[in-house]
């Protein structure tokens, strides 16, 4: 296949010849990034009419090997048919991570078409520690390589930079030659070195400055301990081009710390172990755009869609996944739907996501909403290394923060008032200060708020 249009991205960086590409690879995937090139720029209309088709296909197919599936169409009364037309999804019931475990056996496909390959499983904690087990094919991981391959291709990166990488699956700190699939399939690549999130902050700070990376891929909870620790010691990351976030979600308040710090902006990247990348940041725009392969319903409490400027649970659908029906999933998190991109990618977009229920505010009126802290006040009153709230109910919040003293009971109160401000509500803030840094979560996560209120 000619990869052309792969080098009208960057003329430097440093394409493999097309005999190299074949021997690593890269054929199967490069073939479905044609795809996605084709299609990202069509319609809106046309791609949910495509979309349709394939759900319908999928919905066929699920439906004679899953049980479990069947069920859930015949209790709403769907055939596959059914699906094609615009809007009939919605009538399908969404399925809860309980319901995915309780189902058990009976919830998975008993065969996947061949030409979607070897079937794996992977298991996820997600970050509420209930743990997940999902079935997934080869055809399913080459669109996460695509898609992966994409996003760099979108924000033009040169691959022959070093790439520093924290991921939560990291357990040991490494260099390698190279930054592996798919960009190494396509590509002379620079080094990758990688260290475990759970590092100490101070030495995920050293280990920067000295390997002095051109791209950064971190978790969130992770980047906002770097940028605070590089601001407090004025040090700077000289080469630094990039930065992705995976995992968790990105506040408002760290996409200003990073470009004020580190002078770049946040590209993030939404994915999960069970749907694979879902939605990528537009390079023009910043709005997310959800991937081809999945069908993502933002809805209200009420099940009802939401329109832009909206903020409501996500139901996910993967239309490649022939091993689970993963098929109006509530992975559990929030999202804000966009408008339509102004960039020309048909894509649908999402403004922001907004994590989980559990990472949002409860109010009084039982209201949820981000939950806006005014860290960058705290500085002035007392130095805040790390900080974890818990909601404990509708008007308390124990503050658990991380920092090398105590502060007076006159700094305190100052921070109760900014708490109370940025929050909307004057809540009762209970106090816990450590020295130590605050542990982490399943997987390596951290949460920054944690509503237990109900
Ligand atoms: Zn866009």
């Known amino acids: 296949m000619s990869a052309d249009w792969l080098t009208r991205f960057r003329r430097d960086r440093n394409l493999l010849p097309a005999s190299a590409r074949r021997a690593a690879g890269a054929e199967p995937v490069l073939k479905i990034l044609h795809g996605y090139r084709a299609a990202e720029q069509l319609p809106p209309a046309e791609l949910a009419r495509r979309q349709a088709d394939q759900l ?22 769907l055939s596959p048919e059914d699906l094609a037309e615009p809007g009939a999804l919605a009538s399908l019931a969404p399925l809860t991570r309980r319901e995915l475990v309780e189902a058990g056996e009976s919830f998975f496909c008993r065969i996947s078409p061949k030409a979607h390959g070897k079937v794996t499983t992977t298991s996820t904690s997600g970050s509420t520690g209930e743990p997940v087990t999902v079935r997934r094919t080869a055809y399913c991981q080459l669109h996460w390589l695509a898609c992966t391959l994409r996003e760099h291709l979108w924000h033009d990166r040169d691959f022959s930079g070093r790439l520093a990488v924290m991921r939560a699956n990291i357990t040991e700190a490494e260099t390698s030659p190279s930054w592996g699939p798919p960009c190494s399939q396509v590509a002379e690549t ?27 891929l971190a978790l969130p909870s992770s980047l906002a301990g770097i940028v605070a620790q590089l601001e407090d010691d004025g040090r700077q990351l000289p080469s630094l081009q990039g930065v992705r976030t995976i995992s968790e979600t ?11 710090v580190l002078g770049k902006g946040i590209d993030d990247i939404y994915t999960s172990q069970e749907c694979g990348v879902m939605a990528t940041q537009c390079p023009e725009e910043g709005t997310y755009h959800v991937s081809e392969t999945i069908i993502m319903d ?5 099940g009802h869609p939401c329109g832009p400027g909206e903020v409501g649970r996500i139901l996910v659908t993967d239309l490649n996944n022939t091993a689970t029906p993963m098929v109006r999933y509530e ?6 739907v966009g408008d339509p991109c102004p960039c020309g990618r048909g894509l649908p ?42 909601q404990l109910d509708r008007e308390t ?29 004057p809540f009762e803030i209970r106090y816990e200060w450590h020295r130590e840094p605050l542990a982490r979560g399943p997987g390596g996560k951290f949460e920054e708020f944690l509503c237990e209120a109900r």
């Open 349 to 390: 977009s999402i403004r922001r996501f907004l994590g989980r229920e559990r990472n949002l505010v409860l109010m009084p009126d039982g209201s949820r909403h981000w939950p806006l802290v005014g860290f960058h006040r705290w500085a002035g009153v007392f130095p805040v290394r790390q900080f974890q709230f818990v």
């Open 331 to 336: 992975i559990g998190d929030y999202a804000e």
């Open 250 to 260: 990105v506040t408002p308040q760290l996409r200003e710390d990073v470009q004020r």
């Open 190 to 216: 620079g080094p990758v070195s990688t260290m475990p999130p759970s590092t100490p902050i101070g030495d995920l700070v050293r280990w920067l400055l000295e390997f002095d990376p051109h791209y950064l």
């Open 298 to 302: 933002v809805v209200d409490e009420d």
């Open 397 to 425: 919040i124990l503050a658990r923060m991380s920092a090398a003293g105590v502060p007076t009971a006159g700094q305190e109160a100052e921070l109760t008032a900014i708490l109370r401000e940025s929050l909307g509500h």
């Open 56 to 77: 319908v296909t999928l919905a066929r197919h699920c439906l004679i090997w899953s049980p479990h599936f069947a069920a859930r169409m015949k209790a709403a009364g």
